[in-house]
């Protein structure tokens, strides 16, 4: 019999319980534990009271050690749930009724136990079954505020498709795509192939080959030519059946965090990706592993880091987002902006570009995790 976990039934009039929730079943679920490692690292615990709750490669949410230390990148390699999960096996299981905060602790042939109320949910999953609408969507339902967009931006937020389709509606610039549903491959892949190279006929190459709805590079190929182009349709469809083409862009990467206050939404100072030499584009080694290098603020004039400022806020209307996201662009030779992506939950890693922007626009990493707190304990969930 494993022991009782710690974490009990707040007092009336106690500090509010932050439940940090992480991992997930996606391919980014390493990236998810390192940042949550580093949330649990910043948190007020003057102020909040914190239950981590992990969520296993297979789907298991376990109760999990308060140890951001075990939850970094160590000798290049990714951490994950079942590292710093509690013995036991034990399941969490968060409340189903808008009526009631309380989440249970339940084991095989013991009584549950109640770990208390959660008063917002802190979800820091990347990827699919977490950042795409599908955990906001038990959250709404549950009745639970939580950081971050909601179920429709952060769908939204996850297609690359239809992000795009939003933003061209509400006239953003998109660079050039073209769209491989699961249903024409499998019908025929040899006119999704003839596709493709009609469109790179009119583009040109290099081609970027993406899974539609994933995260953190993973699963994306920088095609320089036919040859290349099988091996990059598999590993997009080994993350996702549905797979997005998208033409290079020639130009500098631009990145600009926008984050709400009790006032409304702002944008940080952008900043600049720079790759390196050893690698071809911004992938997920480069993201992850070797910490490639980001200029903030980015070296614009007044005039270009007002634009992407008000581009950046423009594509979080546009996508209905709530608490934060991060707008990547392209600042092409002819000095006009192209947005590539929104992100609405970027990742907050020690070395990730959204908290470094925010840092330089003078807000620090504990302040930046108040005021998304802060927020979702504001809104109420429902529609919005």
Known sequence: MSSEPTPQRPRRGAKPRVAVVFGGRSSEHGVSVVTAGAVLRAIDRTRYDVLPIGITADGHWALTADDPDRMAIAERSLPSVEQ??????????????????????AEAGEVPKELGDVDVVFPLLHGPY??????????????????GAGVLASAIGMDKEYMKRVFASFGLPVGPYTVIRPRAWERDPDAVRKTIAEFAGDHGWPLFVKPARAGSSIGISRVTGPSGLEEALAQARHHDPKIIVEAAVAGREIECGVLEFPGGPRASVPAEILPGSAHDFYDFEAKYIDSAEGVVPAPLSEEQTARVRELALAAFEAASCEGLARADFFLREDGEFVINEINTMPGFTPISMFPRMWQASGVSYPELVDLLIQAALRRSTGLR
């Open 84 to 105: 710093v999960a509690e013995p036991g096996g034990g399941g969490v299981l968060l409340p189903v009724e808008p009526a009631r905060r309380e989440v249970v602790y």
């Open 130 to 147: 977490g950042e795409d609408g599908t955990l906001q969507g038990l959250l709404e339902l549950s009745g639970v505020p939580y950081v």
